[in-house]
């Protein structure tokens, strides 16, 4: 299991809008394809901007971000997005769901882009609920669920699409140690499937799971 | 789930502004729908108004402006008149044929019913009228109706009519012209002086040219001769159209006001709403939307906007058609050109026309802001809040 799926090279984002910014600086980091690994470090120092370099939602001042043999930073635009569609699966910290839609809409929704036909998104999305342990809440709104919920529904919209590669932000950051416990057993799940899962986070629960912890300090990837 | 699905989610959250947009394009599309409607077969029903006349020049009383000219064409029954003192000059006038006539009124069944006084054998001639009941017989004590008025009243040859509180007897029934001519009672010229007590006064002079090529001098001519004024049936048509048109000029830009008005609403709308769902527009990309996706969805947005806006304001304006014209019609001149269904109620090629339009104009209005949120940074949106 030496197969790696994503690898950076010299990875550099600087923000100049009114003054700079060094928002990563020279990462080089790979990741093995079917692993768990968590990006730590303090706020502000450049867990997000990775993670977003990395799934292609956003480019890169200079280096460079591989998905498997693929260079993403010479992809264009379209074709990123099919990638993120098809490949990637996001969950965030908070308001990942679109509000006006129901639990399952939510979940249909990444499928409608794939180019799902609707009868199978429907029993689709009702199948990842299950598994999620929400297929009773799949007509309800995303404001009357709780945090823990929310973050259910997030993963189970991200694997919508069944991509190799799930991308999450702080997703127990706004949750009680028992949810953030509930949805790690998810998680872990989901890995055990065979998924690769990148988590930024700051929870040590969420670490001690993890097969590798890479350490951003000040944009610069530490030695861990 | 599907992308109208979507659209439609999104477009009916903020249910008061989306109330307030479609109602800013439905108020432009009503008017716009008014205005096809009426503009539709105006022209031409103005022309065929005056074909029927039959004469190429109108002889009436001096110093009457275009708007008194008209109650030539529109029947109206304006209180100066031609004596006959000048009826007996421009009828001296070699290579004419004048046909002197009175309009009047009276009321049947207390609805206002025009009765017009003429020589009977010339007018008949000259308008080639034909009977269809009874005889023409016009006389102290006979009148003959024109055939819209017999149908209307449910009037037959025999029956006794009280005309300005004298006793007549309906002699006969004209054939149907498809005119005003069927729409009038018919008195001999003398006794309708008598009864209306207007001395030996016409309300006009209609006049035939035997040589159409000297038009202008004889129209000269009658009037270096009598103390009165000519207008061609050419010059009554123009001054017709340019009365309609100027209405029409009216209401054209009260609509291009109108839609223009809801055009920056619906813009308006679209940028407020792409601003609060920055966020939301993030997560789609993140979900895999690329930016033609994100264009799209905004900009079938602002096309249903045009849809139902479209729908609402060719309802309105249909209904604001209809009930509005018992109250347009209460005026002559807009009674004559109600007359002939000159205003078209339900045309669809009207609504055809307004509901493209609408979806058009919607849609234009929706390019920038599709275009805007098309350009947002995932990233950006994603960290937006
Ligand atoms: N769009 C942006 N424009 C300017 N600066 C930004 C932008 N996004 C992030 N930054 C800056 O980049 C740095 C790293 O941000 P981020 O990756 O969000 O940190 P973290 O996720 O570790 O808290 C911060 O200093 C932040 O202010
Ligand atoms: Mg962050």
Sequence with gaps: MNDLIIRTEKLTKIYEDGYRTVALQDIDLTIARGSL???MGPSGHGKSTLLHLIGGLDRPTSGRVYLEDMDLTSVGSSKLAVLRCRRIGFVFQFFNLLPVLTVLENVEVSMMLAGVPQKEQRERAIEILRLVGLEEKCHVKPNQLSGGQRQRVAIARAMANNPDILLMDEPTGNLDSKSEQELLTHIHKVNQNGKTIVIVTHSQMVAAVAQRIFLIRDGRLENS | MTRSKLVIKNITRKKSRFLFTIFGIAVGIASLVTLLSLGAGLESEV????????AELVVTPKGWCAYEQISVLTGETLPEAIPNED????????????IPYLVQRTALRNQPVPVVGILSTQMMKFKKWEIDKGEYLLDGGSVVTGFGIARQFELN?????????APFRLSGILKEKGNRDDLAIYMDLATAQRLYQVGDMVSFIAVKVDDITRIDGYSLEIQERANVAV?????????VLAIVGSVRNTLQLVAAVAILAACFGIINTMVTAIHERKREIGILQALGAGRETIFSLFLYESAFYGFLGGVIGIVGGVIFSYVAAPYITQNEFTAF???AQSVEVFNPDVVGKAMLFSLLVASLSGIYPAFQASRLSPVEAISYE
């Design chain 1, 37 to 39: 690994s968590c990006i």
């Design chain 2, 47 to 54: 022309r065929r108004q005056s074909e029927q006349l039959g």
């Design chain 2, 87 to 98: 009826v007996e000059k421009v009828a001296g006038i070699k290579g004419i044929t004048a």
């Design chain 2, 157 to 165: 040859v025999g029956d006794a009519l009280t005309i300005r509180g």
């Design chain 2, 231 to 239: 207008v061609s049936d050419k010059q009554l048509v123009r001054s």
């Design chain 2, 337 to 339: 050109l109600g007359s």
